[in-house]
């Protein structure tokens, strides 16, 4: 059996041995041969060899006998199978099927024990080699367990992104459409009450017209006319509020409306309040509605003041212009495109705003002030002006820090 020799040596069972033990297991060792098809041993059979393929190969089945039988592994020429057989005398868990004739070296249980029995170097060789071989399986295992575990970690993390993300589309969406849907209630209520003011003041000119210029009547008269265009005037911030409204917008220099701004609010604000302007005399032009644009500023800056009334503070009107690019997604607000903008700052050192506040400041008739300080409105509307332009609003601020609005 001189021609068995490189099988043992080489089978990784028996590698850690001497020569001259691989004889001494040689000498048990004998050939057996199987033609294709046939059953080397059943699962569920108590094992008795272990096998060195000399020629051909085998196939390892699970469930052999049933109709969902798993394929597991094949063994070539020269694989050492069944090593289990020579240390455990448990049931298989497999059945051993050749897949084309083979030559088998086997090494029976009982003998194997009789040449472990009577050397003591063959005994320790090969559970040293038994030790390495576990170790060397765990080592895999826990291996592909670290790898396994980071791809899954990766994994979370990416999803925990991806549902954060869904979970800010979705409030987006909705204020969308809570901001869409209330927009056209309010306009349509305005229209209606337009409706109501034009006929209340045709026929209080009508009426105006038959009293004679010295009669008591016509200065309440006068007085009804007065509160009709007021009340026109709330209708325009309704629309405006609605983005339905219409604007008549040229080309307007931001700077000198909020020198304006600033001019009134120094002379109406009190002392504690400082007002600061860091204002860029030669930005470029936008379309806008004067008006309006000068309608947000005071909102704004009248928002300000109340947030510093009690403790006084520092009220800042920046304008600037700016290029924006697309990797400055996260600094400026969202969907807003590359390009040339002029930026509105409006900035407090007053009380702040927590989180959840700052979420919802510009719902309509949602407002942190006490009550009667106001209707709310002003943010929404102020909101409603920047999108009809074609703008875009952020705000940040945090309790205690103040805020600052861009635009």
Known sequence: MKH???????????????????????????????????????EDTTGDRCFIILAGSVEIWKGYHTPDRDLLSIYQSGQLFGELALIDDSPRG??????????????????????????VTISISIMKSITATIRKQTDFFLDNLRTSKRQLEKAYAQLQKEVEERKQLETQLLQAQKMESIGTLASGIAHDFKNILFII??????????FPEDNEHRDKL???????????????????????????????????????????????????IKIRENIKKDCGTVMADPTHIHQVLMNLCTNAFHAMQETGGVLEISIDEIQTSSGEQAVYPAKMPPGYYVMLSVSDTGCGMDK???????????????????????????HG??????????VLSEPGKGAIFHI
């Open 4 to 42: 068995h020799f490189q099988s043992l040596k080489e089978a990784y069972f028996f590698k850690s041995l001497s020569d001259e033990d691989i004889i001494k297991i040689q000498e048990v060792c004998r050939e057996e041969k199987f033609d294709s098809g046939e059953i080397v041993f059943l």
């Open 94 to 119: 497999a059945t051993i099927v050749v897949r084309e004739p083979v030559n088998l070296l086997s090494i029976n249980r009982d003998d194997f024990n009789r040449v472990l029995a009577g050397s």
């Open 201 to 210: 003041s045709g026929y209080t000119q009508l009426t105006l017209e038959n």
């Open 222 to 272: 006068i007085e009804v006319l007065n509160a009709v265009e007021r009340a026109r005037d709330l209708i325009r911030q309704i629309l405006t509020f609605s983005r339905q409204g219409s604007q008549e917008q040229r080309p307007v220099q931001i700077q000198v409306i909020a020198k304006e701004v600033i001019k009134m609010l120094k002379s109406s604000l009190p002392a504690t």
């Open 356 to 382: 959840e506040v700052v979420t919802r400041i510009f719902d309509p008739y949602f407002t942190t002030k006490k009550k009667r300080g106001g209707t709310g409105l002003g943010l929404s509307i102020i």
């Open 385 to 394: 002006i920047i999108k009809s332009h074609g703008g875009f609003i952020s």
